[in-house]
Nanobody, 120 residues
Framework: QGRLVESGGGLVQPGGSLRLSCTSS????????MGWYRQAPGKQRELVAR???????NYADSVQGRFTISRDNAKNTAYLQMNSLKPEDTAVYYC??????????????WGQGTQVTVSS
């Protein structure tokens, strides 16, 4: 497994869009699940979206219909397209990659995080 590096965060007005990227220095084919989490000040880290190797996706209720997760295996990159952004989406967004070795044995890898601020 390689190092995960996020990019694409920044300041955007409410209603705007951003696309986050998570690039691995190694092949992402070794990851069973890739996901995006976020952590706002004073709050716990929460799952935003994840994509399983077969292509199935899951989203938090708060972003369903606004965010889209995808992965490009050839580019070793996962993406989070965020549309119709709201101030409550403001947080540090972290890329996560998980390898399932066996039942009950999972390895998680994290990026350093990228700040997303939604404000007028």
């Amino acid at each position: 497994q390689g190092r995960l590096v996020e990019s694409g965060g920044g300041l955007v007005q409410p209603g705007g869009s951003l696309r986050l990227s998570c690039t691995s220095s190694g092949s992402i084919l070794s990851y069973n699940i890739m996901g995006w989490y976020r952590q706002a000040p004073g709050k716990q880290r929460e799952l935003v979206a994840r994509i399983i190797s077969g292509g199935r996706t899951n989203y938090a209720d708060s972003v369903q219909g606004r965010f889209t997760i995808s992965r490009d295996n050839a580019k070793n990159t996962a993406y989070l397209q965020m549309n119709s952004l709201k101030p409550e989406d403001t947080a540090v967004y972290y890329c996560n990659a998980r390898t399932i070795i066996a039942i009950g044995d999972e390895r998680d890898y994290w990026g350093q995080g990228t700040q997303v601020t939604v404000s007028s």
